[in-house]
């Protein structure tokens, strides 16, 4: 069992930044691969960014390629979302989520645990 806890989030200006933290329990989660996602009101959830076990090989979606970074910490057991050059559009709840794998496509990972999520709001 692996539970995630997200934080971070909060109110900043368009132009912005924020780090996104997500917490790990379990000594399984080195091997883990690890997403964000997110959810604007009324909209569904979509796919932000994955990274690889290793942290050799991450993945973004078009929508914030360029100004979002995925990392992770297996020692400290945390992965990170620096955001930068934030957009309103970018408001949402932001959930990190764990795939019990260790493959290198990480376009289509199943995701097997989730956090609850940190509000991020951006205003203009």
């Known amino acids: 069992q692996v539970q995630l806890v997200e934080s971070g989030g909060g109110l900043v200006q368009a132009g912005g930044s924020l780090r996104l933290s997500c917490a790990a329990s379990?000594?399984?989660?080195?091997?883990?691969?690890m997403g964000w996602f997110r959810q604007a009101p009324g909209k569904e959830r979509e796919f932000v960014s994955a990274?690889?076990?290793?942290?050799?090989?991450?993945y973004y979606a078009d929508s914030v390629k360029g100004r979002f970074t995925i990392s992770r910490d297996n020692a400290k057991i945390t992965v990170y979302l620096q955001m930068n050059s934030l957009k309103p559009e970018d408001t949402a709840v932001y959930y990190c989520?764990?795939?019990?794998?260790?493959?290198?496509?990480?376009?289509?990972?199943?995701?097997?645990?989730w956090g609850q999520g940190t509000q991020v709001t951006i205003s203009s």
């Open positions: 989520a764990a795939a019990r794998t260790t493959a290198w496509d990480l376009k289509l990972l199943s995701y097997d645990y």
């Open positions: 379990g000594r399984t989660f080195s091997t883990y691969a």
């Open positions: 990274i690889h076990w290793s942290g050799a090989s991450t």
